[in-house]
């Protein structure tokens, strides 16, 4: 897997992971609503749902408020890896993911994921989805400052692929992914793997909206991702 931007190959397809391509959002929603009751915080844990997708800083905004004290916000990032990490051995690819990815790359794409994850969490999610090799690069928050739904990881991932915004693709499963590619102008697809509705999906942007990846897989050829830009 190369971490630095490699020759362009027509198109790039960025893709989300924590929901799009494996079984995790409800995992970071149990250890976020753990971390946060274990320091006197109890938010619901649908309400953390809501917001699983988000960086870090506007994840906790978003439950706490922005009025709060920022000074416990390492500690309850730290809590949540610890409680995640828990669960490491437990991370699936979700049904089709990992014949999505190789089909993507079989066709001419460019493989690029883009994640609010830690650098150690997308290790763990691309050993476990198997498919290392025809991946080209991985942007995560570590990479940026953290923020989504703000593009900066999007557009890391554009700068590592070597392509410009109108020749990639995203592919994503919470709201969160459809504000930030289109204010990166990056297309958008969709998955209700991560808990959203098709509706909310559209609302965010999404040109199309998918039941899983197993079903984008089976849609390839009519889909958006049918061919890489100029390969038609």
Not at 22 to 46: I, N
Not at 101 to 108: F, K, L, P
Request: proline share 5%; net charge negative; with cysteine.
């Amino acid at each position: 897997m190369s971490e630095s931007p490699v020759e362009d190959v027509g198109g790039a397809v960025l893709f989300g992971v924590d929901g799009t391509l494996m079984d995790t959002v409800y995992l970071h929603t149990v250890a976020w609503a753990e971390a946060l009751r274990q320091r006197g915080r109890l938010v619901p844990a649908a309400l953390v749902h809501r917001n699983i997708g988000m960086g870090t800083d506007a994840l906790l905004d978003a439950l706490l408020g922005t009025d709060r004290d920022r000074g416990g916000d390492a500690a309850l990032s730290a809590a949540h890896d610890t409680l995640y990490a828990q669960y490491w051995s437990r991370v699936v690819p979700l049904p089709g993911a990992h014949d999505l990815v190789r089909a993507c790359a079989v066709r001419g794409w460019q493989v690029v994921l883009a994640s609010s994850a830690t650098r150690g969490e997308a290790e763990v999610m691309v050993r476990a989805l198997g498919a290392g090799d025809v991946i080209a690069a991985v942007a995560t928050s570590a990479d940026v400052p953290p923020g989504e739904p703000a593009p900066d990881v999007v557009r890391l991932a554009l700068a590592k692929a070597g392509v410009p915004a109108e020749r990639a693709l995203f592919v994503g499963a919470a709201a969160w992914d459809g504000q930030a590619a289109a204010k990166a102008g990056v297309r958008c697809l969709g998955v209700l793997t991560g808990g959203w509705t098709r509706h909310e999906l559209h609302e965010a942007g999404m040109d199309a909206v998918y039941d899983s990846p197993a079903e984008l897989l089976a849609r390839l050829d009519d889909s958006l991702l049918a061919a890489p830009p100029g390969w038609a």
